[in-house]
């Protein structure tokens, strides 16, 4: 399965959030996260409009009138305080984390008392925390890795509470330090801080949308209908497609299996036909030691192989991208010492042999019978190679 979302257009909270709506997300999901963290009453109002054209969901967020300003240092209070799903809370510190620091670094402040303005009202934290809930709802009943266009910026100015910035904001801009922007169809803004801060937390990659079968799609409306093109933002879902026999590589971070049974997971891995898998050692949260264990399959066996994941690990999800793989030309000779025969396999780019590597289970099977130092066995395993290619 996979999730694409289209920032082609732009984003903001309220247009993920109809996107979300119009994607299968029940309102009473984002409703009950939002209830759960706003110091207020706050009420999502979905609403079909159109946006030059097309049909889309507009996701108005009603509250009372108010001008509280509430710094980073308060809003994380609140959510750390708030009943929501653990999944949910650290999501949404993380997208409220990455304002506070990138309003900081533009304003020369401490992220704990960054004052956020617009981001800080009550809508915009019904934007995180629904959108949060929103995704986490997708993760659960589509699951999949989430990857996110390009995003339109926009271009142009923009009137703020710093007065007349350009666009992208400065916020925006060290938002998306890093990910693919552009400027798109638009010349006001495209790309809200939220909306950025938001994109950045939940893409697990960034490009165009990958090869899979839609099932569902979401059309989150802007707040502005433009002439020059359709003010909205998409979400597209469904199982991932096979391309050209591209390779897939799926990946859990996990932190909670024995280390003891990691050999047995990767001997399963392969049974069920993995082409390659390996762990890295890694560094979570809290300073929770970790592995991410990677898996190289193809679209014919990644069913068996998640499969076996859920069967030999703890992991509860997975990510999943497609790779693109280049590979050189290659042919197995064989070579003999002392009489062993050992298999070599050569590599050839433009007709050249540009690696030649002995088979280490043959050296290491010729080394015993020979009750020799197996580092002799692959040196002469290689000078033969070396000899026959001559």
């Given at each position: 399965?996979?999730?694409?979302?289209?920032?082609?257009?732009?984003a903001?909270?309220?247009?993920?959030l109809g996107?979300?709506?119009?994607a299968?997300?029940p309102?009473?999901v984002?409703?009950?996260?939002?209830?759960?963290?706003?110091?207020e009453?706050?009420?999502?109002a979905?609403?079909?409009?159109?946006?030059?054209?097309?049909?889309?969901?507009?996701?108005?967020?009603?509250?009372?009138?108010s001008?509280?300003?509430?710094s980073?240092?308060?809003?994380?209070?609140?959510?750390q305080?708030?009943?929501?799903d653990?999944?949910?809370?650290d999501?949404?510190?993380r997208?409220?984390?990455?304002?506070?620091v990138?309003?900081?670094?533009?304003?020369?402040a401490?992220?704990l008392?960054v004052?956020?303005h617009?981001?800080?009202?009550?809508?915009a934290?019904a934007?995180?925390?629904?959108?949060c809930?929103?995704?986490?709802?997708l993760?659960?009943?589509?699951?999949?890795?989430v990857?996110?266009s390009?995003v339109a910026?926009g271009?142009?100015s923009?009137?703020g509470a710093?007065?007349t910035?350009p666009?992208?904001p400065?916020?925006?801009?060290?938002?998306l330090?890093?990910?693919?922007s552009?400027?798109?169809?638009?010349?006001?803004e495209s790309?809200?801080p939220?909306g950025a801060?938001?994109?950045?937390?939940?893409?697990?990659?960034w490009?165009?949308?990958?090869?899979?079968?839609v099932?569902a799609i979401g059309i989150?409306?802007?707040?502005r209908d433009?002439d020059?093109h359709?003010?909205?933002?998409?979400?597209l879902t469904g199982?991932?497609?096979a391309?050209?026999?591209?390779?897939?590589?799926?990946?859990?971070?996990i932190?909670?299996?024995?280390p003891?049974?990691?050999?047995?997971?990767?001997?399963?891995?392969?049974?069920?036909?993995a082409?390659?898998?390996?762990?890295?050692?890694i560094?979570?949260k809290?300073?929770r030691?970790?592995?991410?264990?990677?898996v190289l399959?193809?679209?014919t066996?990644?069913?068996?192989v998640?499969?076996?994941?859920?069967?030999h690990?703890s992991t509860?999800?997975?990510r999943e991208s497609?790779?693109?793989?280049?590979?050189l030309d290659?042919?197995?000779?064989?070579?003999?010492?002392?009489g062993?025969r050992i298999?070599?396999?050569?590599?050839?780019?433009g007709?050249?042999?540009?690696?030649?590597q002995?088979?280490?289970?043959?050296?290491?099977?010729?080394a015993?019978?020979?009750?020799?130092p197996?580092?002799d066995?692959?040196a002469?395993?290689?000078a033969?190679?070396r000899?026959?290619?001559?």
């Open positions: 399965m996979t999730v694409w979302v289209d920032a082609s257009a732009g903001s909270g309220d247009m993920l996107a979300l709506l119009g299968g997300v309102l009473d984002l409703g009950r996260a939002v209830d759960a963290v706003a110091p009453p706050v009420a999502l979905p609403e079909a409009v159109t946006r030059n054209g097309f049909a889309a969901t507009r996701c108005h967020v009603e509250i009372a009138d001008e509280h300003h509430r980073w240092r308060d809003i994380r209070a609140l959510l305080q708030a009943e929501l653990e999944e949910v809370r999501r949404a510190t997208a409220f984390e990455r304002l506070a990138a309003e900081a670094r533009v304003h020369g401490d992220p008392d004052a956020f617009e981001v800080g009202a009550l809508d934290i934007d995180v925390v629904g959108v809930a929103g995704f986490a709802w993760a659960t009943h589509v699951g999949g890795p990857t996110v390009p910026v271009s142009g923009v009137r710093h007065g910035m666009v992208p400065p916020a925006v801009a060290e938002l330090r890093g990910v693919p552009l400027a798109g169809p638009g010349s006001a790309c809200t939220t801060a938001l994109l950045t937390t939940l893409a697990d990659a490009g165009p949308q990958p090869a899979m079968v099932d989150g409306a802007g707040g433009p020059t359709a003010n909205v933002l998409r979400i199982p991932s497609a391309v050209d026999g591209s390779p897939l590589l799926i990946e859990s971070n932190d909670d299996l024995d003891r049974v990691w050999p047995s997971v990767i001997t399963a891995l392969f049974a069920a036909g082409s390659d898998a390996w762990l890295t050692p560094l979570m809290k300073g030691p970790a592995h991410t264990l990677s399959t193809s679209s066996t990644a069913e068996a998640r499969e076996a994941l859920w069967r690990t509860i999800g997975v497609r790779l693109d793989k280049h590979t290659r042919e197995m000779v064989a070579v003999e010492v002392a062993q298999a070599v396999k050569l590599a050839r780019h007709g050249e042999v540009v690696n030649a002995p088979e280490w289970e043959d050296v290491a099977r010729a015993t019978t020979l009750g020799r197996a580092n066995v692959l002469e395993a290689i033969a190679t000899a026959l290619l001559a």
